[in-house]
């Protein structure tokens, strides 16, 4: 199987739905990068980031000064800034597609009434429609596949930012 034949059915999505799909598919290839980069800098923080926070919080002059706890609170939110910089871009790109969906849908849906108009028979509107629903169901597809995602990464933040917190005791 070459690598051609594995994006045949990409490229017939494509063909059959329009660009809208395909740009949908692109916001969709977008959100997973973003999502699996949340995903690695979870593991990372829990390896390296707890790490180096512990070594910085155990090489402090002072560990009984007021100043202690800023700094306790200053890596803690460093750690928690991190984790959640990018999850206001992936609410948002997942807010979006299911709009890229409908913007699909609705052009499609003009296309066909165009042709309607030209040829003067309906008979081609049961396939144009369904070619015109296609962008709603790709776009809700992948909102709902990214809504997953996100809320994974954003039910394992408390987590890891409350074992950080655990760990940098005073």
Known sequence: ?????LLQPLRSLVDSGGIVVAI??????????LLLERAWLLWALQRHFTRQSLVDWHSRIDPQSRRSGWIRQQLISENRQRLESTLP??????????????????SGMVLIFDQVAINGSPEFMAEGIARAT?????????????????????????????????????
């Open 89 to 106: 871009v992936i609410a948002g790109l997942i807010g979006t597609l299911p709009m890229l969906g409908l913007f699909g849908t609705v």
């Open 24 to 33: 949908i598919m692109a916001v969709a290839l977008v959100l997973w990068i």
């Open 1 to 5: 199987m070459t690598s051609l034949s």
């Open 134 to 170: 296609l962008p709603t169901l790709a776009g809700m597809i992948t909102a709902i596949s990214g809504l997953a995602g996100y809320g994974i990464i954003k039910s394992r933040i408390r987590p890891a930012i409350a074992n950080l917190r655990k760990e940098l005791k005073q």
